[in-house]
């Protein structure tokens, strides 16, 4: 039987259709976040879900992936590294570019964020297509970390975003197949 705490959690996802754009359904979070139990669960069975791994730091994608990597490397006693938007950044960064529905995007992380003794785990709210964290991925390994795996709140299955993050530990709280 599914966890119980997953229904909670849940049942305070509201879905918004036709937002930002036609034809997408957007996964509005903010019932759960605002929810202090839900929320609390959240990051328990994000904590949970890492098993005995022993991460040095939790990688969170700019902007919904601060929300529940930061509060996670705080439970967990580890720190927090940002993966952000171009420009956001102030020190000296590293990027990565990868392609979106219609042109490319691209992500930055600080050069001296992480480095070949880092073994991290990296957050985001929503895997859909997987273009974001197969870069942000690929940003880590740059920096010489070790990706230990990746972790979602949600997974849009249909999306198939798995697929391009295929060899990896990745794994979501909820499931929309
Ligand atoms: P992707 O790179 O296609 O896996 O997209 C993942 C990013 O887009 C995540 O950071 C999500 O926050 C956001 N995103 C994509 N689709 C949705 C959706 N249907 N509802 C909410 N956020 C979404």
Redesign the pocket.
């Known amino acids: 039987m599914a966890d119980p705490r997953l229904e909670t959690i849940r049942r305070l996802i509201r879905d918004v259709p036709d937002f930002p754009k036609p034809g ?6 903010t019932p759960m976040l605002a929810d202090r139990r839900a929320f609390g669960l959240s990051i328990d069975l994000l904590a949970e879900s890492l098993g005995e791994a022993q991460p040095t730091a939790i990688v969170g ?1 700019e ?3 601060f929300l529940f990597g930061a509060p996670l490397a705080r439970q967990l006693g580890v720190g927090f590294v940002p993966v952000r938007k171009p420009g956001k950044l102030p020190y000296k960064c590293r990027s990565v570019s ?1 392609a ?1 529905e219609y042109g490319t995007d691209r992500l930055e992380i600080h050069e001296d964020a992480l480095g070949p003794q880092d073994r991290v785990f990296l957050l ?12 942000t991925c690929e940003l880590v390994e740059h920096s010489g970390a070790k990706v230990l795996g990746c972790r979602f709140l ?1 997974e ?1 299955g249909f ?1 198939a ?1 798995r697929a ?1 993050l295929e060899g990896r530990d990745c794994h979501a709280l909820l499931v929309y197949p």
């Not at 997408?24 to 979070?29: E, G, Y």
Request: charged letters at 20%.
């Open positions: 997408i359904l957007f996964k509005d979070i994608i902007s919904r992936g990868y979106l985001d709210d929503l895997l859909a297509t997987g273009g974001t964290m197969a870069a949600i849009l999306l975003g391009r």
